[in-house]
């Protein structure tokens, strides 16, 4: 049974950094792809970053130069670095992975606030 679990969030002051992890029951390799993305209170899931099963990456607009999303094959384990963070990144962030279907780690709470 494939499992995601989620690390790493917090609370962080605007301008801060976090590092979030995703810890993945079975060897990368076996997804496709695996990405994040967040909810904000009231609002729509929505895409954060992502990266191939060849290591391309990808990410949204709103973060692009700020996170950074990586990978350990070693650690079974996918990394998103949050520099810069600004008030409008506070939301519950997800890890995603695709193998055939999609799965859904529990989240992770990451609130930037002064």
């Known amino acids: 049974q494939v499992q995601l679990v989620e690390s790493g969030g917090g609370l962080v002051q605007p301008g801060g950094s976090l590092r979030l992890s995703c810890a993945a029951s079975?060897?990368?390799?076996?997804?496709?792809?695996m990405g994040w993305y967040r909810q904000a209170p009231g609002k729509q899931r929505e895409y954060v970053a992502s990266i191939t099963g060849g290591g391309s990456t990808a990410y949204a607009d709103s973060v692009k130069g700020r996170f950074t999303i990586s990978r350990d094959s070693a650690k079974n384990t996918v990394y998103l670095q949050m520099n810069s963070l600004k008030l409008e990144d506070t939301a519950v962030y997800y890890c995603?992975?695709?193998?055939?279907?999609?799965?859904w780690g529990q989240g992770t709470q990451v609130t930037v606030s002064s």
């Open positions: 079975i060897r990368l390799f076996m997804f496709n792809n």
């Open positions: 995603n992975a695709n193998a055939g279907r999609s799965y």
